[in-house]
C-alpha cells in the first residue's frame, strides 16, 4: 500500500486547451457513448458550467449562441469512472492527493472500503477542484485478526456486530464493509449469526453491506441474509447452479468483481508519463508470467462470466490504492467475458446507481459534466480507455500538464 501510494504521488497531470473562462462549452463531432449502452455517433454536448445542458447528435442540438465550440472530430467521449472498492489514505493531505490522482486518470468518483475511520468523513461533503469524490463506509467490521490492521470494529458476538453498525450510522457512513474470510486459514471468520445481525441491524438504519468474501459457501450464506453487494467474487471455486439460482432470487443484489492480476505480462508503456523511472522500473520488474495467478484469475473469471451472463447487476471495483486500476480492471473483466459495451455501463452508470450518485454516470442533459476525452474508441478495444486527451471534471478541464507534487 505504501508503494502505491507512492506511486500516485508522481503522477504527472495533462491539460486542456478549453477557455477557463467559458461557461457555456459545446463539445462536437466526437463519438458519444452515453453510459447506459447507447452510443451516438457525431454528437454535440452542450455543457454549461459545472452541468450538461444538452447531449445528443449534431443535428438536434442547438448550441446557444456565444458558447465555446471545441471540434472533437475523431474522438471519443465516454462518462467517467466510478470504482466502488478502493482503499484510500487515512490522512488528510494524503486522500486529497489520491482523489486528485484518479482523477487525472479519468475517475469521478472512489468508495472506499472500510479502512478509514471516522475522520476524514467531511471530506465526502467537499467538491474539491480537480478531485474525484470520496465515499466511505468509515470502519468496517471483522472478527479479530491479531496483527492486522485494527481500522475496523473486531467484534466476536452478534450483540458486538449490531454496536459496530450502531456507531457507523452515526457517523453516516456510506455503506457498512464487514469481511468473511480466514485469511488462509489464520482467523476465525464472522459467523452467520453474527454477519446475519449486521445486515440486519444495518438495514433497520436504512444502511447497506458489503461484503469481502472468498469461500462459495460463505456467499450462499450471505446471500441467503439479504447481504446488499458483494466486494468480490467467489475466489475458491467455480460457482455452481444453486448459487446462480440463489443469486437470480435476488435481483438487487450487487457484484464487484475486483478480479486479481491476470498473471501475464502487459505492456505498461501508458504508464510511463505518469511516473518517475524508479517507480516504473519496479512495475515492470513484477511484470512477469504466472502460471499460480493466472489460475485464481480463471476461477473468478469464470464466476464473473457465469453471474454476468445470469444477468447479475455488476460494477467496477479495484482494491488497494492505485489510481490508475479501473484501467487495469475493465481489461481483466472484458477478458473474461464480458464486452466493452457491458464493462463501461458497469464503470459508469451502474457505479453511480450504487453510490447513489444522482447526477452522474451517464452523459445526459441534467448530469455533471464528468466526461473522458478518448483518443480512440473503447468499444472496439476496452485498453482504448486508456488513451486520454482530456478529463473534464464538473464541466473544468483536469490540469494534466504539471506535476501534482
Not at 454536448?45 to 458558447?67: F, H, M, S, W, Y
Not at 453491506?209 to 472468498?214: K, Q, T
Amino acid at each position: 500500500m505504501r508503494r502505491i501510494a507512492a506511486f500516485a504521488a508522481v503522477v504527472l497531470l495533462a491539460g486542456s486547451a478549453v477557455p477557463a473562462s467559458a461557461k457555456v462549452v459545446a463539445y462536437e463531432g466526437a463519438r458519444l457513448i452515453v453510459g447506459d449502452g447507447r452510443v451516438i455517433e457525431n454528437a454535440t454536448l452542450v455543457v454549461d458550467g459545472a452541468k450538461i445542458a444538452q447531449a445528443g447528435a449534431a443535428g438536434e442540438v442547438r448550441v446557444p449562441a456565444g458558447a465555446a465550440r471545441v471540434n472533437l472530430s475523431g474522438k471519443t467521449l465516454m462518462p467517467m469512472i466510478i470504482d466502488t472498492h478502493t482503499h484510500l489514505s487515512s490522512k488528510r493531505e494524503d486522500l486529497l492527493r489520491d482523489l486528485r490522482a484518479r482523477a487525472y486518470f479519468g475517475v469521478s468518483a472512489a468508495l472506499s472500503l472500510g479502512l478509514d475511520g471516522f475522520a476524514l468523513l467531511d471530506v465526502r461533503k467537499q467538491a474539491l477542484p480537480g478531485a474525484a469524490r470520496f465515499f466511505s463506509a468509515g470502519r468496517g467490521i471483522t472478527m479479530p485478526e491479531p496483527g492486522r490492521t485494527t481500522a475496523p470494529f473486531w467484534v466476536t458476538s452478534a450483540a458486538e456486530g449490531r454496536k459496530a453498525v450502531d456507531e457507523d450510522a452515526a457517523h453516516k457512513v456510506d455503506i457498512v464493509k464487514i469481511w468473511v474470510d480466514t485469511r488462509d486459514g489464520k482467523y476465525q471468520k464472522l459467523s452467520p449469526e453474527i454477519y446475519g445481525a449486521i445486515i440486519d441491524e444495518a438495514h433497520k438504519r436504512g444502511l447497506r453491506v458489503i461484503a469481502h468474501l472468498f469461500d462459495l459457501e460463505d456467499a450462499k450464506g450471505l446471500v441467503r441474509a439479504r447481504i446488499d453487494a458483494f466486494a468480490h467474487g467467489v475466489r475458491d471455486k467455480d460457482i455452481d447452479d444453486e448459487f446462480v439460482a440463489l443469486w437470480k432470487a435476488h435481483p438487487n443484489l450487487v457484484l464487484t468483481p475486483n478480479l486479481p492480476d491476470r498473471g501475464v505480462k502487459v505492456d505498461l508503456g501508458w504508464l510511463r508519463p505518469g511516473l518517475s523511472p524508479e517507480e516504473f522500473a519496479k512495475l515492470e520488474k513484477a511484470n512477469v508470467d504466472n502460471p499460480k495467478a493466472q489460475a485464481f484469475y480463471g476461477i473468478q473469471a469464470r464466476n464473473l462470466a457465469r453471474l454476468n451472463a445470469a444477468g447479475a447487476r455488476i460494477v467496477l471495483g479495484t482494491d488497494g490504492n492505485k489510481p490508475w486500476g479501473p484501467h487495469d480492471e475493465m481489461q481483466d473483466m472484458v477478458v473474461a467475458g464480458m464486452t466493452p459495451a457491458q464493462v463501461i455501463v458497469a464503470a459508469t452508470r451502474n457505479g453511480a446507481e450504487f453510490l447513489r450518485i444522482a447526477d452522474a454516470g451517464t452523459l445526459q442533459a441534467g448530469k455533471s459534466g464528468d466526461f473522458i476525452v478518448l483518443d480512440a474508441n473503447p468499444l472496439d478495444d476496452i485498453s482504448n480507455t486508456r488513451r486520454i486527451s482530456q478529463v473534464i471534471l464538473r464541466g473544468a478541464s483536469v490540469d494534466r500538464s504539471k506535476p501534482l507534487f
